[in-house]
Structure formats: structure tokens, C-alpha cells
């Protein structure tokens, strides 16, 4: 049994990918997680949907059973915050000043959320939703016909919007920009999901700052800056994540929107990786360095980064892909949309539930917003990938099956 | 408890005991079995976790939703008896479920 010690910190998403993979790929020595959560790594995307409307219980959220890690040697330190990384002694040093060894660290320390910093914030009944703790507290204000104003029209915004009004709250989205999803999307899909939050019986109000919270023992209202005022039993707020670096900056690490890793997860220190919504890294499909907020980077650098470790190098060359769930939308993208030219639709997306938008760049699919559109979704990967040329009419003509356009 | 038995591209036979109510998908990833990866933790946005279920076992099944179908005409080397483990739920009627995996999921 080697006497190697991998230390991961951070047991969200990818270490609970990067633990499984290193035993895999031979890893014998010792695996150690430390999570500053009192829970095993568990799914977060449930937390806006089924586990904050309660058709998912807690037990539903882990991503693994003990056994497995148990059969595979993983240990965890739960309720763990590491302070400082020690470099030149390969030591992780914890709060209350203990010392633990690595000879190979993995930073998977993920994102937190961006807060508001407006009077009133603070009061009961504020809350941000990231992790159970979040959602078990928000869950003790919801309730029939009682509520909700969110703050912020961004997936995660929409996501609890949904997911509150299926609690039957009277629920209101405020948003600062002129359109929801703004930062993602066409404007054709911002108009399409304000509708259907509309048909719901959600209040969606864009071009909307806040001010303030009014409340005395509990959070009241919600005050914006042109004077409305939203009288609310919950709020929610969900502005963005920002990524944890502190811990690899102060450690000497690059950081630069993220803590840098090149394709083989490594940060400027060989015996250092990192992965998941913490890192910049560059994508070779997109030509460009890029920080991502989503599971699927979290599985698939996790697992790059495993493989390195293992000396099985591969490079990372994955599809950004994502996925969303509300009502009964359900929607998939693939690629990244940024510095589109055009969009095309598929489908009904003025009056219907299904369609598919595609961003295209010089004849090039960049990206697909595809809604209860699988098949539009998983062709699509394809011809991202694949850079193929395509005709925007017969893309955007439901008649032509898509897999006709596959050159 | 009933049992599933997972058997590899490559013929590998691995009999696995799982708690009732959890699909087949979560038992591969509880039970490390090589070949189903569920990215999307069972929401039936990934087709990560693509099975081929035993010719006698297909029909005691609940039929797969219009999403299932769809995404399952999208996987490598899709067949008739083609499911997302995602959506198989194990019960006791289920004891001695079948299922081989693919070469792949991409």
C-alpha cells in the first residue's frame, strides 16, 4: 500500500467525481475530503427544484451511498475549513491551526454566492439558496397563498420562482436588468420564459434595482429603488456566484477570474489541481479561457484531474452543457452562446412549450437553448463539436429532420 | 431485497442487492459499476446512463415518457430494449432484473 496522501478540499460535485476516479485509475494511497458542510457530497441542482418543493428528501440529494466510499478507502473531515495552503511543507492548514500532509492536493472549493448589501438584509426570512442548510431554512417561511419576492431573474431566480409557485405562493421575480437571463440568453428566450412564468401566475418585473428590506423582526417588504414596494413573507436572492480563490491567491497560485489550471487540471504548482466552478481553464472547442458554472465541468475536470494525478493524462476538451428545470419545461443547452450573429428557432416558441433556439456564429452552431427538445439537444452537440456548416433556413424549418443536416 | 445483475460490453456479471424505490442508475453509481454515469443525478437530461434491459424483463417495465424516448433515440447504438436507468425504479417485482450495459455512453 503506497504511504501517498491526496487531500481534496472541497466535497461538493467534483470530489465526489475526483475521489471514485483516482481509485480507478490506481491511486493506492490514502484519499482524504474535506468539506466545510456537515453533509456527504451531495447534487445541488435539486436544491432550487424537488428538494426545495419537497418531492425530494435529503436521503434523495447524496450523490453517493457511504459504501462506496468506504469500499474505495475515501475518508472525510466534515465541518472542515481550511485556512491556508503551505507550499514549501505540502501542508493544508486547517482554523483551528491543524496540520494536514499532502503529496498531491486537489482544490475543488467550488463557488459562493454573491451578496446584496442593502439595509435590511440581513434580517430572517433573507435567504440565498447554495446548500441545504439554505433551502431547510427557506422551507420554514413557504407556505400556501404567503410571499415570495426573488431577487434576481438569472436560472437560479426562475428555478425557486417555479418551484415556489408549484407551493401555491404568491411569488414575484425582481430583476435589474431589462430582460431575465439576460447574461445567457436572446432575448427570443427571455420573452419566451417570462411568459410562461406569466401563464403560472409568476410576477416577473425587469429593469427593477432594490433598495432596501423593510421589516422589523422578520423581513417584511421589498423596497426598489423607483419607489415600488413589494410586501413579502420570503425573500430569496440569487445574483450570481463568486468563485473561491482566496485560499489558492494567498498560496502564491495564479488566479485570474478563478484559480488557473491549464488542460490537465494543474494550477501553477505541480502538485496542485484543481477543478469545478473554482477554475479558469481554457477550452479548446471555444478557443478561449473561461470560467463555468455547472455540473458537467465539475464531473469531467474532476475526472481529468484524477487521471493526471494517476499519470494517465488526458486533456480537457468537453462540451460545456446544462440543464434546467422548470414547471414542465425542461431545458438543455449545449455550448456557449457568446458573440452569436443570429439565432434560429425551431419549433413554436411564441405561443408553445417546445422549440429550439440555435446561436450561430459564420454558418457555425455555437450553441442550442433547446426546451422539451431532446433530440434537438443531443444532435446538436454533434455539430457544435463537429463545427459543421449549416443552412439557417432548413435549421430553422421543423419539416427537415435535424439529422438530415448532419453534413 | 431484490437484486439486479449488471453484465459488462465484455460479459462481466456483477449481482447487486438494492434498496426498493432507487432506480437502476443510482444502484450502477452506488455500486461503482463501470459503464452508467448519470451526470444529471436522474433527471432525464443527460442520456449518460443509457441500459440495454434483458429481452425478458423489457415488458414488466413502466413504458418509458416522450422525453425518455427521445433522448434514447440520441445514444450510441440505441436497440429495442434500449431504457435511461435513470427512470427504472427497482421494486420487489423487479427482483432478478437483468440489464447490460454498453460500450460506451458517448
Not at chain 1, 454533434?382 to 435549421?395: C, E, F, G, S, V
Not at chain 2, 460490453?9 to 461503482?32: K, R
Not at chain 2, 440520441?74 to 450495459?101: F, H, W, Y
Amino acid at each position: 500500500m503506497s504511504t501517498q496522501k491526496c487531500i481534496i478540499v472541497g466535497a461538493s460535485h467534483a470530489a465526489a467525481q475526483v475521489a471514485p476516479t483516482l481509485r480507478q485509475q490506481g491511486w493506492e494511497g490514502s484519499i482524504t475530503i474535506l468539506g466545510d458542510e456537515y453533509f456527504l457530497p451531495y447534487h445541488r441542482p435539486p436544491l432550487s427544484k424537488d428538494f426545495l418543493s419537497g418531492a425530494k428528501s435529503i436521503d434523495n440529494l447524496f450523490i453517493r451511498q457511504p459504501a462506496i466510499y468506504e469500499k474505495s478507502r475515501i475518508r472525510f473531515a466534515l465541518g472542515v475549513t481550511v485556512s491556508a495552503i503551505n507550499r514549501a511543507d505540502k501542508q493544508v492548514v486547517l482554523d483551528d491551526g491543524e496540520h494536514l500532509s499532502y503529496d498531491k492536493l486537489v482544490l475543488t472549493v467550488g463557488a459562493r454566492v454573491r451578496k446584496i448589501d442593502i439595509p435590511g438584509c440581513e434580517l430572517p426570512g433573507v435567504y440565498y439558496l447554495r446548500n441545504i442548510n439554505d433551502v431547510q431554512q427557506i422551507k420554514r417561511y413557504t407556505g400556501h397563498d404567503k410571499k415570495a419576492v426573488i431577487i434576481g431573474g438569472g436560472y437560479i431566480g426562475l428555478e425557486t420562482a417555479a418551484s415556489l409557485r408549484k407551493l401555491g405562493m404568491d411569488v414575484t421575480v425582481l430583476e435589474a436588468m431589462p430582460r431575465v437571463l439576460q447574461r445567457v440568453t436572446a432575448p427570443e428566450i427571455s420573452r419566451f420564459y417570462t411568459r410562461v412564468h406569466s401563464e403560472e401566475g409568476v410576477k416577473i418585473v425587469t429593469d427593477t434595482q432594490v433598495e432596501a428590506i423593510q421589516g422589523d423582526k422578520n423581513a417584511e417588504a421589498v423596497v426598489c429603488k423607483n419607489g415600488d414596494i413589494y410586501p413579502a413573507d420570503l425573500i430569496i436572492v440569487g445574483v450570481g456566484v463568486i468563485p473561491n480563490t482566496e485560499l489558492a491567491a494567498n498560496a502564491g497560485l495564479k488566479v485570474d477570474n478563478g484559480i488557473v489550471v491549464d488542460e490537465y487540471a494543474r494550477t501553477s504548482d505541480p502538485d496542485i489541481l484543481a477543478a469545478g466552478d473554482c477554475t479558469s481553464h481554457f477550452n479548446p472547442i471555444y478557443g478561449r479561457q473561461m470560467r463555468l458554472e455547472s455540473v458537467q465541468n465539475a464531473l469531467d475536470q474532476g475526472i481529468v484531474a484524477a487521471n493526471t494525478i494517476c499519470g494517465k493524462e488526458k486533456p480537457y476538451s468537453a462540451l460545456p452543457w446544462f440543464w434546467s428545470d422548470q414547471y414542465d419545461l425542461k431545458l438543455q443547452i449545449a455550448g456557449l452562446s457568446q458573440g452569436y450573429t443570429d439565432v434560429v428557432i425551431r419549433g413554436d416558441i411564441e405561443t408553445g412549450r417546445s422549440f429550439a433556439a440555435f446561436y450561430l456564429k459564420d454558418s457555425k452552431i455555437l450553441a442550442v437553448d433547446a426546451v422539451n427538445s431532446p433530440q434537438e439537444f443531443m444532435l446538436s452537440k454533434k455539430l457544435i463539436t463537429d463545427k459543421a456548416d449549416i443552412d439557417p433556413t432548413r435549421l430553422g424549418d421543423s419539416s427537415i429532420p435535424l439529422k438530415n443536416l448532419i453534413p | 431485497m431484490p437484486t439486479v445483475t449488471f453484465i459488462s460490453h465484455d460479459g462481466n456479471a456483477q449481482e447487486v442487492h438494492i434498496e426498493p424505490g432507487t432506480s437502476v442508475m443510482q444502484a450502477a453509481v452506488d455500486n461503482m459499476i463501470d459503464g452508467i454515469l448519470g451526470d444529471c443525478g436522474g433527471s432525464c437530461s443527460c442520456a449518460t446512463c443509457h441500459c440495454y434491459v434483458d429481452e425478458a424483463w423489457i415488458d414488466k417495465l413502466n413504458p418509458p415518457s416522450d422525453m425518455e424516448k427521445d433522448l434514447l433515440t440520441c445514444v450510441q447504438e440505441p436497440a429495442e430494449n434500449s431504457r435511461l436507468s435513470c427512470q427504472i425504479s427497482v421494486t420487489d417485482e423487479l427482483d432478478g432484473l437483468v440489464i447490460k450495459l454498453p460500450e460506451s455512453q458517448f
